[in-house]
Structure formats: C-alpha cells, structure tokens
C-alpha cells in the first residue's frame, strides 16, 4: 500500500549515516562536540553528517556496556534529552523495559554477524512516552573503542496503521464482532487442541428468520440495528475461550471446545 511505502525506511540514508559515523570514528575525528572555546577541526565534517542524520530520527554510538560516545542533535531532539543527561544513560536505559531482551538478542546478533541486525521495539522518549520505533545496530568502533553503531526510526504510525489495518481485515465493521477469515483460524486451532486433547470442539451456526423482511418492511437501518443488537446479546452469552463472529449477512458462528459429544 501507498502509506505503507511512504512509512517504511529508507535504505540509502541510515547507510549514508553509518557508513560515514564508522569511517569518521575510525579516522579519529572526534565526533563528540567540543567544549566552549575549544578548537574544532570537524566542523564541515560534523555538520556535513547532521545534514545526512537528520532523516534518520536517532543515531549514536555506543560501547560495548552500552554507553554513549556520539548521538547526533537530531536525536537529542527526537529523544528528548539533554545531552549531559544521556551521557548518565546507557542504550539499555532508554529501551522500555518489556523490550529490553529484545535489545540484547538484537546486539548479540549484530556482534556475531557484523552486519545490520534490525528489531522493532519500544523507546522511552522524554523519561515517559513509549515510542514504536525500528533499531538498526552495526558492529563498530569510535575513537579505537569497541562498539555499536546505532540507528533507530519512529515507525509509531507505520505500526498503528498496521494494527488498524489487520484489525479491519478480521473484524465486522457491522458489528465490531470476528468476520469470518478470522473465525476459520480460530476453529482450526480449536479443531488442533481438540485432537491433541482427545477432547471435541464444536462450531454452532445462528441465522437470524425473516431478516430480510425486517430490511424490506422496515428499512436497512432497522435491519442494522437488529444485527447490532443480537451480536450484543449473543456477547453476554459467549464464555472466555469460545470464539464469536459474524459470518454472513444474517449469520452469527461460535466456535467453543465440548468436553464429549
């Protein structure tokens, strides 16, 4: 899809951006920002790589126990801190907790390979805020320090219209219940643990009389409110573990496990 495209990544730049963080840490540029009234050499440099970072929403460097040795100011920006802060942070730090194994299994898989290894996960914006993004980690070195290089992208929105999207494919818009390209799923695995179980599983079909006489006589938005209102009362009746949906279009199925026949 068109908004898919336009959310995904692009290739060329955080290659762009890497490639030049790794060539630069190795020529022994310093990359970290000069105290006040320090000489700087790297101007061009520098400003040369925040232009190219500045599509990429974080870039840095870490070592290897994750502390950080360059992040450009467009991250700074995008993370929302300052940087005398970050450098009281690790990588590890900014990463939401339930996605912490994740950052692990990630640089594990980049030291091993030496290529881009890539992962989705959450990161902690601002101290608070939770943000989907893609981390993109490298193998590196900075200033003769081991490490990783590291980009991340904010694919927040990619994600949510994705949700929204696989969402609208398996659910009735009618009716907020499964449609039935979820509800096949549903009774395969039902079908599964039923045979590994030696148990049964049984799949109760529901059509409503005379529905299209409703429509006729009384107009399809009496026709509506009648579904909407039996798919509300056939939830109060369904059980945890039994599978509702609305097949057709006067047709409701429930998928539930039977303990005989």
Same mark, same amino acid.
């Given at each position: 899809m068109?908004a ?8 060329? =730049? ?18 970290? =920002?000069?105290?006040?009234? &320090? ?7 520098r400003n ?5 970072v500045?599509?990429?929403?974080? $870039? ?7 502390r950080?040795?360059y ?18 942070l690790?990588?590890?730090?900014? +990463? ?7 950052? !692990? ?7 091993r390979?030496?290529q881009v290894?890539?992962?989705t996960?959450? +990161? ?9 993004? !893609?981390l993109? &980690?490298?193998?590196s ?6 490490g990783?290089? +590291? ?11 994705? &949700?929204?999207l696989t969402? !609208?494919?398996?659910?009735? =818009? ?10 096949? =799923? ?9 045979? !590994? ?6 799949? $109760?079909?529901l ?10 006589? $009384? ?19 369904v ?7 609305r ?15």
């Amino acid at each position: 899809m068109e908004a898919n495209r336009k959310q995904t990544p692009r290739k060329g =730049p955080w290659r762009s951006a890497l490639r030049t963080l790794r060539r630069f840490a190795w020529s022994g540029g310093a990359l970290m =920002p000069a105290r006040a009234g &320090a000489p700087r050499r790297d101007d061009t440099v520098r400003n040369w790589l925040e232009q190219t970072v500045g599509t990429v929403d974080f $870039l840095a460097h870490v070592d290897r126990e994750l502390r950080f040795l360059y992040v450009s100011d467009a991250s700074l920006r995008f993370i929302g801190y300052h940087r005398d802060y970050l450098h009281t942070l690790t990588l590890r730090d900014l +990463i939401a907790e339930q996605d912490t194994s994740a950052l !692990e299994g990630l640089l594990a898989r980049a030291a091993r390979s030496g290529q881009v290894e890539k992962a989705t996960m959450c +990161i902690v914006k601002s101290l608070t805020y939770p943000l989907d993004v !893609e981390l993109r &980690a490298v193998k590196s070195r900075h200033h003769g320090v081991d490490g990783f290089a +590291i980009a991340a992208f904010d694919v927040s929105s990619w994600r949510a219209l994705e &949700a929204r999207l696989t969402y !609208e494919m398996h659910h009735d =818009p009618m009716t907020g219940l499964d449609n039935l390209s979820a509800l096949v =799923p549903a009774l395969m695995r039902a079908q599964q643990s039923a045979d !590994e179980g030696g148990t049964c599983a049984a799949l $109760l079909l529901l059509d409503l009389d005379d529905y299209q006489r409703i429509n006729r006589a $009384l107009g399809y938005d009496a026709g509506d409110t009648l579904l909407r209102e039996t798919a509300q009362r056939l939830r109060t009746l369904v059980s945890p573990g039994e599978r509702l949906a609305r097949v057709a279009s006067d047709k409701f199925a429930v998928v539930l496990g039977a303990p005989d026949r």
